[in-house]
Nanobody, 120 residues
């Protein structure tokens, strides 16, 4: 069974940092790319960042230069280091494997997500 255990969220002030972690299980981690999504209240789910099995990364324009995605294949874990946080980063963050439908990125089918709240 595919599962994701997200953690590391919290409440920080503008300019603060958080490091999200996601432990994946139920599939071959090192063959699959990983993604971070987020959903802010009243907004649609959006793709934040991805990392391919070969290490190539993608970032949404709004987080470029502030967020860094990485992975530890030995631990089946993907991370999202978030620096210089802004109020607009407030959302529930979800991780997912690249082979899963992007339309279900924030559905919470495979993980509960982790709440990030940034206050000014």
């Amino acid at each position: 069974e595919v599962r994701f255990e997200e953690s590391g969220g919290g409440s920080v002030q503008v300019g603060g940092s958080l490091r999200l972690s996601c432990i994946a299980s139920g599939f071959t981690f090192d063959d699959s790319g990983m993604r971070w999504y987020r959903r802010a209240p009243g907004n649609e789910c959006e793709l934040v960042s991805t990392i391919n099995s070969d290490g190539r990364t993608y970032y949404q324009d709004s987080v470029k230069g502030r967020f860094t995605i990485s992975q530890d294949v030995a631990k089946n874990t993907v991370y999202l280091q978030m620096n210089a946080l802004k109020p607009e980063d407030t959302a529930v963050y979800y991780c997912a494997a690249g082979f899963l439908p992007s339309s279900s990125g924030c559905a919470g089918h495979w993980g509960q997500g982790t709440q990030v709240s940034v206050s000014s």
